[in-house]
Nanobody, 119 residues
Framework: QVQLVESGGGLVQAGGSLRLSCAAS????????MGWYRRAPGKQRELVAG???????NYADSVKGRFTISRDNAKNTVYLQMNSLKPEDTTVYYC?????????????WGQGTQVTVSS
């Protein structure tokens, strides 16, 4: 079992920055991947940024060069630094953890945090 608690969303003007945090607790040693997802109205859910347990990162094309995902293993926390925000980044962001046990993968989700970018 993994519990995820997100924080850091809010309202910002276009061009501004926000940092999202996702604190993991529980069986964290079996987490193989963590990421941030979003689903804008009328669109499919997309992986915004992800990071493996080995530190490999990946990003959606729409955020490359603007967003950075990182992790602090001592705090069991993953961060999403979002710079140069655009109005189209507005939506709820969800933290995800992929947990591996006995060769099977399980998804855990945070409660979501709202990001609103005004033009």
């Amino acid at each position: 079992q993994v519990q995820l608690v997100e924080s850091g969303g809010g309202l910002v003007q276009a061009g501004g920055s926000l940092r999202l945090s996702c604190a993991a607790s529980g069986s964290i040693f079996n987490i193989v991947h963590m990421g941030w997802y979003r689903r804008a109205p009328g669109k499919q859910r997309e992986l915004v940024a992800g990071i493996t347990s080995g530190g490999t990162t990946n990003y959606a094309d729409s955020v490359k060069g603007r967003f950075t995902i990182s992790r602090d293993n001592a705090k069991n926390t993953v961060y999403l630094q979002m710079n140069s925000l655009k109005p189209e980044d507005t939506t709820v962001y969800y933290c995800n953890a992929v947990y591996e046990r006995y060769g099977r993968l399980y998804d855990y989700w945070g409660q979501g945090t709202q990001v609103t970018v005004s033009s």
